[in-house]
């Protein structure tokens, strides 16, 4: 995922950059293209403008010399008189009505264009190398000679290739600059998924109390508080794990202990009738693969259904699980109440309360322990107790971390505390010395009876 996160950071920017310049690309070439064909038809447009003005000035100088039939001399340009036309290279030649060259620079006989201007107002184009003008030179009704104006078309084209060179210079920078806004763009868009990476990886290494920042960017902020929850489930997970594992090995410790010392007892007794020292076994197993069922109905977070409890069973699996434990140690068991108020509960959830209290009585306790059940008004109370104490101030609920001489009985006690609140019930210390806890349940009272109208006193 870590990987994934770090490799999709990067692709991303890759891929704003190249969206951002690839976008620039895409506006200069659509508006770019149509607009050098504009300024090139605006270049050939100004150059036949100037061609046009040349040979104006030219046929307002030549028309009289033409009108009397004299050779016109064209006065040299001087320098700097043509300092706004955009051609300074033209050439002009003027034609005779029958289409000789009589003055200038020019074909000697006349071409296309001057043959054309002689029959029409104008005429241009280009010739070979050059774009050429030629306009007729009229004096009152009569044609008395053409103007031919020309340049070389390598000057228009060299004209339009700076201005093209000025636009694709322009272009570039415009490129240029997407691609720096892009790259801003991508790391302030990839900076989140960045974060978003170390948080990840903080998480693959265990640190579950790792959040993801937010950015106020909807899709990266979604992104993140999956990875906040998923970060709360697996710690969750992990925790109830851990949880499961002590409350297992706590709880699994008193059937196991139970099973061996019935066959420690066994073979301390070779004569004994071993049949009976196998049922006792198998009567210990069961007992066991009924703990861990419920263990693991616990780490799944699943709950038995609940039905009166049967007091009277449940206390015979008590008399035959501890009896022996409790009696190999010196120690008695006493069980009473059996008939007690009845409640509803699951049995599984209160015969693991009952081991945890036996077991806490059993291993820190002294003397006598004693399982009582009676009526306390709407609930059903079952008390354990022994002839230990516990020191004043101390919370038995609260986990201790064990050492040689003590072990923590915190652990079981958390788990029967919260066994009993998920079926309803409450667990407590209602007396440090001698220590007795109890477990209340709520009762099921039953229904009165109705009397039948003919059994009415």
């Known amino acids: 995922m870590i990987l994934f996160l770090v490799g999709h950071t990067l692709s991303v920017r890759r891929r704003i950059v190249t969206l951002t310049v690839l976008a620039a690309v895409l506006a200069i070439t659509l508006f770019g293209v149509p607009l050098a064909l504009a300024v090139a038809k605006f270049h050939e447009s100004m150059s036949t403008h100037d061609l046009e003005r040349a040979a104006d000035n030219v046929a307002l100088e030549v028309t009289g010399d033409l009108a009397n039939g004299r050779i016109p001399e064209l006065r040299p340009t001087p320098a700097g008189e043509e300092?706004?036309?955009r051609i300074r290279d033209i050439a002009i030649g003027v034609y005779s009505p029958t289409g000789?060259?009589?003055?200038?620079?020019?074909?000697?006989?006349a071409d296309d264009f001057v043959r054309s201007a002689r029959d029409t107002d104008r005429a241009n184009g280009i010739a070979g190398d050059e774009v050429v003008l030629a306009e007729p030179v009229v004096s009152g009704a009569s044609v008395v000679g053409v103007i031919r104006a020309a340049h070389p078309r390598s000057e228009l084209d060299d004209m339009i290739r700076v201005t093209w060179l000025k636009m694709a210079g322009l272009g570039g920078i415009a490129i240029g600059a997407s691609w720096l806004i892009g790259l801003r763009i991508s790391a302030r868009l990839a900076r989140p998924l960045e974060d978003l990476a170390v948080t990840a990886e903080r998480l693959g290494e265990g640190d579950f109390t790792v959040r993801a920042r937010r950015t106020g960017v909807r899709e990266i902020d979604q992104v993140a508080e999956a990875l906040d929850v998923t970060s709360e489930r697996i710690g969750e997970t992990l925790e109830r794990e851990r949880t499961f594992s002590s409350d297992a090995s706590h709880?699994?410790?008193?059937?196991?202990?139970?099973?061996r010392l019935q066959l420690e007892a066994a073979l301390e007794s070779p004569g004994s009738d071993p049949y009976a020292t196998i049922r006792d076994g198998i009567a210990s197993a069961?007992?066991?693969e009924r703990t861990i069922d419920d263990l693991l109905a616990l780490a799944k977070q699943t709950r038995a259904p609940r039905s009166l409890l049967d007091l009277g069973k449940l206390f015979e699996e008590v008399r035959q699980t501890w009896h022996g434990l409790l009696a190999g140690r010196g120690r008695a068991l006493r069980i009473s109440g059996r008939e007690a108020l009845p409640a509803r509960a699951a049995d599984a959830a209160v015969r693991q309360v009952l081991a945890v209290l036996l077991d806490n009585a059993a291993t820190h306790g002294t003397g006598?322990?004693?399982?009582?059940?009676r009526d306390a008004g709407d609930a059903l109370a079952i008390d354990v107790s022994d002839e230990g104490a516990i020191a004043g101030g101390s919370d038995p609920f609260v986990t201790r971390e064990a050492t040689e001489e003590r072990e923590g009985n915190g652990i079981g006690l958390r788990l029967a505390r919260s066994l009993a609140e998920a079926e309803g019930g409450r667990l407590r210390l209602t007396s440090p010395s001698p220590t007795t806890f109890t477990l209340l349940l709520p009762a099921e009272r039953p229904a009165p009876r109705e009397e039948g109208p003919g059994l009415a006193s």
Do not use: F, K, N, S
């Open 251 to 259: 709880q699994l410790r008193t059937p196991l202990t139970g099973l």
């Open 368 to 373: 006598t322990v004693t399982v009582l059940a």
């Open 286 to 288: 069961d007992r066991l």
């Open 100 to 109: 000789r060259l009589i003055a200038g620079e020019g074909p000697p006989h």
């Open 83 to 85: 300092g706004e036309d």
